[in-house]
Nanobody
């Protein structure tokens, strides 16, 4: 059984910072991509940022220059540093891991962590 444990969400004022962390269980055979999605009320889930095992990153245009994603391959962790937060960043943030647990590569999701940015 794989587990993704997220932490770091909360309430912050606009302009503030938060750091999200996600720890994937150590029983993955391999992990390719780790990342973060978010879903605001009434909106579709969208990619925020992702990072490959080789360190290649991808960001949504709306967060470029404000968010930074980083991972520790040895620990199976991925962090999202969020700076200059805006009210539009309010959403439930989900960690995603694309990896091989038993045989096939699949996507695994965390339970989600709420980020609320107040004015």
């Amino acid at each position: 059984q794989v587990q993704l444990v997220e932490s770091g969400g909360g309430l912050v004022q606009a302009g503030g910072s938060l750091r999200l962390s996600c720890a994937a269980s150590r029983n993955f055979k391999s992990i390719n991509v780790m990342g973060w999605y978010r879903q605001a009320p009434g909106k579709q889930r969208e990619l925020v940022a992702s990072i490959t095992s080789g360190g290649r990153t991808n960001y949504a245009d709306s967060v470029k220059g404000r968010f930074t994603i980083a991972r520790d391959n040895a620990k199976n962790t991925v962090d999202l540093q969020m700076n200059s937060l805006k009210r539009g960043d309010t959403a439930v943030y989900y960690c995603i891991v694309q990896g091989v647990y038993r045989v096939f590569r699949s996507d695994y999701w965390g339970q989600g962590t709420q980020v609320t940015v107040s004015s």
